[in-house]
């Protein structure tokens, strides 16, 4: 097939993915649910803040956004792990593979649509929350050079999370074993090894470290609670779990049968 063939290809299935991701419920039940925990949370930080100056986060509002959108990113990477899975639990894979034989299409077509839709959603939530922040108390401050720091670590951040979600539901082929894998890894485990950590095991915190959940927390809250990592630490181990699921999960997709 010739690379411009194979461009057509790629982008007419790139519109069935997009197509396919939106007609279901749960893709806009998921999209409601990012705005009302990143913008809700926003907002109700910012009345706090309105109503005790003196706290406010050293007098920029995009604090309040990245804050409130640590909250969505858990959100965002189930809604990632839910679009990867959803036709192997219907059975629709089989169809989506017979038209689409080139399986590398589909699998780089899936990959990239649902991590940009999800990530880009995410980002506009965090967006809109800061804006939301800066007009209940606009004495924060909305800097526009700030905002790009910000959202570009958010951007970051929800991209190798769909990216994780996404090869993870690839490779596991169910949504209720990739949704416990992910919250697992970017949530439960990180604070388990925290509180280990805290109780004087101190190989919890290098093993915590490891974790993808440990950079997301790290690069989101400038830091907390993890400090024996650097930014780069942080997204170098993002970028290496979120590489190695799509791995795991395009072998599984090139390589077995949809059934199995």
Do not use: C, K
């Not at 905002?147 to 082929?173: D, E, K, P, Q, W």
Request: hydrophobic share 55%.
């Amino acid at each position: 097939m010739s690379t411009a063939l194979s461009t057509v290809v790629l982008a007419r299935t790139a519109g069935a993915e997009w197509s396919r991701i939106w007609s279901v419920r749960s893709s806009w039940w998921f999209t409601l649910a990012i705005a009302v925990v990143v913008v809700g949370m926003g907002t109700v930080l910012s009345v706090d803040l309105a109503g005790n100056p003196g706290e406010a986060p050293d007098g920029q509002a995009w604090i309040v956004g990245q804050f409130s959108g640590t909250l969505g990113m858990f959100v965002i990477v189930a809604a990632a792990l839910v679009n990867a899975t959803a036709d192997h639990g219907t059975g629709g894979i089989v169809p989506t593979l017979q038209w689409t034989p080139r399986r590398e299409i589909l699998l780089t077509a899936r990959a990239a649509v649902i991590v940009a839709t999800t990530s880009g959603i995410g980002v506009l939530a965090v967006a809109a929350a800061s804006l939301a922040g800066w007009a209940i108390t606009p004495h924060l401050g909305l800097p526009a050079d700030e905002g790009l720091r910000i959202l570009g670590t958010v951007a970051f951040v929800y991209v190798a999370g769909s990216a994780l979600a996404v090869g993870l539901g690839l490779a596991l082929r169910s949504t209720a074993g990739g949704l416990v894998s992910v919250i697992g890894l970017m949530l439960v485990l990180p604070l388990l090894l925290t509180m280990l950590w805290n109780f004087g095991f101190d190989w919890a915190e290098t093993l915590a470290e490891l974790l993808p959940g440990a950079g997301a927390l790290h690069l989101m809250v400038d830091g907390e609670p993890f400090p024996g990592l650097t930014a780069t630490a942080a997204r170098v181990t993002m970028a290496a779990w979120a590489v190695a699921a799509l791995v795991a999960g395009g072998w599984r997709l090139l390589r077995h049968d949809a059934d199995r």
